[in-house]
């Protein structure tokens, strides 16, 4: 109907944004009345933006009933709250509370699915469009919804109760759920925004949507230190700010106990998932919590429940997984209780212990390894699942070897090897390859492949080639791993013959369509393993160079040619390159694969940054602390936070805290002849530690480009024709530009439904980095010097994670406006601006986005006034 096709459009609608970032709407109009010039235009101002904001009153009230009361079927009065969310999430920060609260309310009383789900959806994407980014968000709404959503579980944690007492559902051990609720749930105190209770009984729906909610919140819940620097810097605020700490804290620490209460939710293994998840981003975000011991024994008791309410069904387990993998990174005593709980249980319910085992392992491998003489035990007499248990072992068992990577884990992979022997599923032994490059077990890998033939079983050419691919890759590592910096020769021949065949591969399976990107890498659906390869193999080039100066250094008794004398200044730098380069593919590919992947990335990053410090060190024999202070702040953002997965990044922090720190405080003057034999230990050393490999290498996909224009015309915005979006050509646009007058730029685009999908992390902030480089002369008769740089007088260094990109917020359907503001240039002449396009997600981490067409505009910077 015609109601429904109006309500469509204001799911489409946008509040342009002002210059300062707020929204035109009626609630932020004080500037511009006291901006103008006379009283009479103040009220005139003001009285025009108080009646649109009635008018956007009125529609917020319109919507709102048209979904409780004319809507004819579930799905528009699904759009109807949607269109109400966007409403409020445009109107600006005050009536975005309001509805919040109404629309939690609307997902408590509904007694449809559909709808409960839906307004649950609405509330996530309001409450993360409206935050944006963890540090830009609005702490005040956080909070307000944190207390909101606290109630509402109370409530629902209640109805549960009751529901459970009417039907008498009973726990092991005779302990009835209602029972354990009452000596757990939170007791809150009503406020007079407290939520009315509602007769309506708790369904999972409801439960599963406030989860959903409940998540982005943890995103936007700094905990920082704010009362602690407001002390420092003398200000007034910092027992209200203190307070405001204490109170947040509180009620994270409430809203986690209560979703614990969930995991033993007795009717629906799906709300044990959301709560699961939840639970994992809670903790990840708010570590103190289970720092506590009151906690941990709170989570591992709730943990330990929902493992026996399954009686052994290894669904549980997988419904707990992030749960799992979550709690054991964070506390060692919640890792070491639930694998002996493991370990006792393992006579009755094999499966189930080895699944627990192997994500413990995944998290906590030492603490597996100490247990697993016990373990071994629940192995014996399978029965038809050995298939399962024995790939569980083996990847536990895997895991195990990452805590030491010494010549005692050879026994490991022996055990490994007989328990393969009886797999015949080749999906499982593809499985087991998989998880045997994450966890550095290449020996295994390339014997599962050769040994088990499994690119000669394989019914397709992509097939066998990617497989091929695999077992040269497994090769060439376990070369490196046993011999160190003296098999770089034989692992670089095998590389470089993986990365031939992988190009053939990438044209067998090249996309339908090609796209121009600039500046990036090959983006087809093999791009991230290209360039992975392609970066592997400089490095390894680099290390060898590395290695052959060091040995003339030492025959020669530091008597070096002058081109060895070269290669000692550069080397530095070539390791200073090869990090940026992670970091453009960081950074470019980050976004759209697990965390997993990131982190193996940001070690191999903090790799190259170590050996480029450390060759500065020791080869360099000038000094650059700004140049060296620039790196580290660059590095800063992408050193990993710790992961006992990886060896390296253990290794790494030893080796910066024991051997960098020590040599940079002496200041020793020592000769090169004598620091060369510890620059070849150092390189055998770490080509000999297992180096991590991300688990995005056996993902293949593509990522999606955006369809964008850089014009100075508003006019000049991407169009829709045929389910495809056409960018305007503005190659042969040039702007004039006044010198000495600072001009803008207007970048729009539209996002692709896609990459948002392929993301991997949420985002709603849209950003850019601009650059601005020196053309040339206006005309030829000038005495102006083509090659002279702009430098000072406008070009800015592109794009560093420490700089500050123009943003703006990602409108409905992916549409975005942002205006970009550039420096004021002197000098006459042409200039070209050149832009790099990128999103900020929740978690205030920037990304590049790679376009269809380059972001590039000509400047043309005359004075006509002469």
Known sequence: SDRVQLVRLCTELVIPEREDGTFETGYTVEASSSNTGSSDNGSACSGNNAMFGAVLHQLRSALFGFASYNAHSEKDAGISYKALANVAMNEGKIYIQVEFKRLLQATIESRSEYLAIAIGDCLEELVTRYNGSRYYADGRFVRSALGLLGECFTNLIRMSMADSEESDRELTNGTTYNVLIRENATKRQKTKDALPTTPNKCKPWHLIALLKVARPLFYFLLGSNTANKAKEEGGIGFEHEAAMEAAEYDAKSQLIRDV?????????????????????????????????????????????????????????????????????????????????????????????????????????????????????????????????????????????????????????????????????????????????????????????????????????????????????????????????????????????????????????????????????????????????????????????????????????????????????????????????????????????????????????IAMCQFMNDFMDVMLSSESKPNAKKKQQEVIQDCYPKGDERYPMGSLLTRLRAGVLEKIQTENSKDSTLLQAPELLNLLDTLLRCPLPFPPGFFRVK?????????????????????????????????????????????????????????????????????????????????????????????????????????????????????????????REGFYRVEVKLGCRDVRCTEWFMPTMTPLEISIRVEDYSE
């Open 260 to 604: 614990t209460l969930l995991l033993c939710y007795p009717s629906s293994l799906s709300v044990v998932q959301s709560a699961s998840q939840t639970l994992a981003l809670a903790l990840a975000y708010h570590g103190k919590h289970i720092a506590e011991k009151f906690n941990v024994k709170h989570l591992f008791r709730f943990t330990r429940q929902a493992l026996d309410n399954a009686s052994g069904s290894v669904d549980i387990v997988q419904a707990l997984r992030p749960l799992i993998i979550t709690a054991s990174r964070q506390s060692r005593t919640f890792a070491a209780s639930l694998l002996s709980y493991a370990v006792k249980t393992c006579s009755e319910h094999k499966r189930m212990t080895w699944k627990i085992a192997t994500l413990i392992s995944s998290a906590r491998p030492l603490v597996v390894s100490n247990r697993l003489v016990e373990l071994e035990g629940c192995s014996q007499g399978s029965g038809k699942f050995y298939g399962d248990i024995a790939r569980d072992e083996i990847m536990t068992r895997l895991s195990c070897t990452m805590a030491s990577y010494t010549s005692e884990s050879s026994e490991t992979i022996q055990r490994c090897l007989s328990l393969a022997e009886g797999v015949t599923n080749h999906w499982t032994l593809f499985q087991l390859v998989r998880y045997s490059f994450v966890t550095s077990n290449f020996g295994f890998a390339r014997h599962i492949l050769n040994q088990r033939q499994l690119p000669q079983n394989c019914s397709r050419q992509q097939h066998f080639l990617w497989l091929t691919i695999l077992s040269k890759i497994a090769k060439a590592e376990e070369i490196l791993g046993n011999n160190g910096a003296v098999g770089i020769s034989d692992s670089l021949e095998a590389l470089n013959s993986c990365h031939s065949t992988l190009q053939s591969l990438a044209a067998i399976e090249q996309d339908n369509h090609s796209t121009s990107v600039s500046n990036t890498a090959d983006l087809g659906k093999f791009g991230f393993q290209l360039e992975f390869l392609r970066v592997k193999i400089d490095l390894l080039n680099l290390c060898m160079i590395t290695r052959s100066l060091c040995s003339e250094i030492i025959m020669t008794d530091g008597n070096v040619s002058a081109r060895s004398n070269l290669f000692r200044h550069n080397i530095p730098k070539s390791f200073g390159m090869l990090a940026s380069r992670y970091i453009n593919f960081y950074r470019l590919h980050g976004l759209h694969y697990c965390q997993q992947t990131r982190s193996a990335l940001r070690t191999l």
């Open 702 to 826: 593509s990522i999606p480009c955006s369809c964008a224009n850089l014009s100075a015309d508003t006019g000049l915005l991407p169009k829709k024709q045929n389910d495809d979006h056409i960018s305007v050509d503005t190659s042969g646009e040039c702007v004039d530009v006044t010198p000495g007058i600072p001009f803008k730029l207007i970048l729009s685009g539209i996002i692709p439904e896609e990459f948002t999908r392929s993301a991997d992390v949420g985002f709603t902030q849209i950003i850019a980095w601009k650059t601005v480089h020196y053309e040339g002369q206006l005309y030829e008769d000038d005495d102006a010097d083509d090659t002279h740089s702009a430098s000072g007088d406008g070009e800015l260094n592109l794009p560093m994670p420490n700089s500050d990109p123009s943003s703006t917020t990602l409108q409905p359907h992916g549409q975005f406006i942002l205006p970009i503001f550039c420096p004021p240039i002197v």
